[in-house]
């Protein structure tokens, strides 16, 4: 009994020092363990090396990240440059189009890689969050600024009543899961509409609505909505390239939140981000 209490002592020592990362092989003699104690270290050993190629891999990743960002950042900051100025030369209504076409592909290009960019720094870790108390008003107030200029553009009103509520949240990164949030909702909504932004206290999270009333999405298109690159049916002719809402969901779920969409098909959405408080 006593040898068989030791054996298991030993192998919980093991496996405490493989959860805590504190697991050596170098700490145990394979020539003076048990049958089952040698199964163990091997088991965790290879455990151990999965988990350093992971963290190698995960760090190529960053690295590879890294570069792209910079390579792709001044070739695009050129075409779009580029663009301006043929724009600005161009006056027949042909060159004009073709013109105009390059900057809405170049834009959203940018658009792209610094999505996929910002997505797969949170995804490994190279952008943490660091979600603190803050005032909830000030992140809608800036996330609006945001969108206005967009806004405007179609005429459409951005209604807000400022309410005295905090969360805990990362004040940038929640900015830009807002921003997405309403950005959608200017680009799916008819001109001369309102969107209303409201915000509701409950017991363990702040509620931040984002309500419009454009073209809405079907009934079959709203489980897969956060989805990466998706795309309703319905908006297959508008721009954008489905990243935003998948985003703004790994933000909020980082911080221990979550998004919650109703919709109808012709009658505007409902989007809803609990922040916890």
């Known amino acids: 009994m006593f040898g068989d209490r030791k054996l298991v002592e030993r192998l919980d020592k093991m496996l405490e020092d493989g959860i805590n990362g504190t697991f050596s092989e170098s700490d145990y003699d394979e020539t003076k363990l048990s049958k089952l104690e040698c199964k163990w270290l091997r088991y965790l050993t290879a455990s151990k090396m999965s988990l350093q190629r992971t963290e190698r891999e995960q760090e190529k990743l960053r690295e590879l990240l890294s570069d792209i960002s910079h390579q792709t950042r001044t070739p695009l900051a050129n075409i779009l440059l580029y663009t301006q100025l043929l724009q600005e030369q161009v006056s027949d209504e042909e060159s004009i189009r073709l013109a105009d076409e390059i900057r809405t592909q170049a834009d959203k290009l940018d658009f792209l890689i610094q999505a996929l960019v910002k997505t797969s720094r949170l995804e490994t870790g ?58 959608n909702a200017v680009k799916y909504s008819p001109p001369q509409s309102r969107i209303t932004v409201s915000l509701q206290a409950f017991e363990m ?69 609990f922040l916890p408080k």
């Open 205 to 273: 999270f702040a509620c931040i609505s984002v309500k419009d009333c454009g073209i809405g999405i079907a009934e079959e298109d709203l489980p897969r909505i956060f989805g990466r690159f998706c795309r309703g049916r319905n908006v297959c002719e508008q721009k954008g390239v489905g990243i935003g809402l998948y985003l703004s969901r790994q933000i909020i779920e980082g911080q221990g939140g979550y998004i919650t969409a109703a919709s109808a098909e012709g009658g505007g959405s409902e989007f809803r981000v």
């Open 126 to 183: 190279t952008f943490r969050l660091v979600p603190r108390e803050h005032d909830i008003d000030s992140v809608i107030r800036s996330a609006i600024e945001q969108t206005m200029p967009e806004a405007e553009k179609k005429q459409i009103g951005i209604d807000h009543i400022p309410e005295s509520h905090t969360a805990r949240y990362d004040s940038k990164w929640t900015q830009e899961a807002l921003f997405n949030i309403l950005d």
